[in-house]
């Protein structure tokens, strides 16, 4: 046998194939666990995007220049002030949806991985290929999101026409530009 140490065989891992997973808890405890770390991350992550996004001077109508958010505890408080506690989550339900990417991401890839090997592809052939692919294919759920998210977390105005606000708005908006 192989030496394992001073961690005897009874301690050893042991390999968990896919189709040893109950697929009903997989795709639901992980992504609900994800959804409720998220939800408490996003306004920290909404800052964020705002101060990386704004000019460092904005024109304030009158001739003078004025900076926006002096620093990260200066936009919570402004954005808070101004536009209201809930306008920290601008953005999180498309956000959210890029939660299914993790979890089409890891089935397509063991879905794949499996079938090319049943094929007789080597395991490392079958490997990459499979993972090139889920990738593509968690990349076609990600990037829209985080597109529509981001676009929504900038929306600073209180009161934006009506249409802007939804996500059906906002990925009507974004299909249009």
Known sequence: GTFLGPVSRAHAMEHINWDQLDKRKYFTIGPSCFFAVRFCLYPPSLVKTRLQLQNTVVSSGKGLDSVVYKGTYDAFRKIVKYEGARSLWKGFVPKSFGLVAGSAYVGTYEFL?????MLGWAQSSADMVA????????????????????CMAVLKNPNPNIEERTLKGQVK???VE
């Open 131 to 150: 993972g090139g692919l889920a990738s593509l294919v968690s990349q076609v759920i990600v990037v829209p999101t985080d597109v529509v998210s981001q």
């Open 113 to 117: 991985r499996n079938k090319f090997v």
């Open 173 to 175: 908006k974004i299909y």
